[in-house]
Every structure is written in structure tokens, then in C-alpha cells.
């Protein structure tokens, strides 16, 4: 039987999973990166991880009964098989995300809100500074 402890560490993995996601969905929303965005799709999987993580350990906790005279412990086990599946349907959506931004011609990508060129001049001013 899991320890009560397990399910609080499943909810700090839920918490983390979601500030993830939200961070790097304001990322790529701001820069345009398939990078940030594929990373945003990846977190989703560590969502879905650690919710069904939690289920898990919720459903492992149940005392044994007539039905399970053993317990419910091996249901932790689903829950790294459906992990598995989810990396597997990750890493397809993003290897397919990816194909369709190489497929199509090299344009000019529009300006992003934040100028991303901003730090980069800043720092050469810094580094060089005009000789006048």
C-alpha cells in the first residue's frame, strides 16, 4: 500500500506540471518557437502523467477486499504503461508538428510582440560601445 505522502508529491507534480505548462505556452505564443511549442506539447504528457499517477495511487490505497484479496497495489502499474503511451503519442505529435513547419517554404517570420532582438543589441552596445 502507498504511503499518503506518495499522493502529496503527486499533487506537487500536478502543480509543477501546469505552471510548466503555462509558462512555456506564453513562451511560444510571445517568440513563435517550435521548440517552446513542442516542449508546451511534452508538458502535457507530464500532466497526463501525473494525474494518472495520482489515480493510481489513490486506487492502490484501497484495502484489500473480496474482489482484490490481495490489495490493489499492482494498479501503480498502469500508470507507467499509460506514461509509456503518452511519450509514444507525444513524440508522434511532435515529430508530425515538426514535418509540416520543415514542408513549407522558408518565409520571413512576422515580428513577434517582444522585440527578441532587443537583449542581443543591448548587450553588443555594452560589450562595444560607439567609438564617438
Given at each position: 500500500m502507498p504511503s499518503p505522502q506518495l499522493k502529496h508529491y503527486a499533487w506537487l507534480s500536478i502543480a509543477a506540471a501546469?505552471?510548466?505548462?503555462?509558462?512555456?505556452?506564453?513562451?511560444?505564443?510571445?517568440?513563435g518557437s517550435v521548440g517552446l511549442l513542442s516542449d508546451a506539447i511534452e508538458?502535457?504528457?507530464?500532466?497526463?502523467g501525473a494525474l494518472m499517477a495520482l489515480w493510481m495511487l489513490t486506487l492502490a490505497s484501497?484495502?484489500?477486499?473480496d474482489s482484490y484479496a490481495h490489495g490493489h497495489?499492482?494498479?501503480?502499474?498502469?500508470?507507467?504503461?499509460?506514461?509509456g503511451f503518452l511519450i509514444f503519442l507525444a513524440a508522434f505529435s511532435i515529430a508530425l508538428t515538426s514535418t509540416k513547419h520543415c514542408?513549407?517554404?522558408?518565409q520571413e517570420r512576422p515580428e513577434t510582440p517582444i522585440n527578441t532582438r532587443f537583449p542581443a543589441i543591448?548587450?553588443?552596445?555594452?560589450?562595444f560601445p560607439d567609438p564617438l
Open positions: 501546469l505552471a510548466t505548462i503555462l509558462l512555456k505556452g506564453v513562451a511560444w505564443r510571445l517568440t508538458s502535457f504528457v507530464n500532466l497526463a484501497r484495502p484489500a477486499d497495489g499492482k494498479a501503480e502499474y498502469f500508470s507507467s504503461a499509460f506514461e514542408s513549407k517554404a522558408v543591448f548587450t553588443s552596445n555594452a560589450v
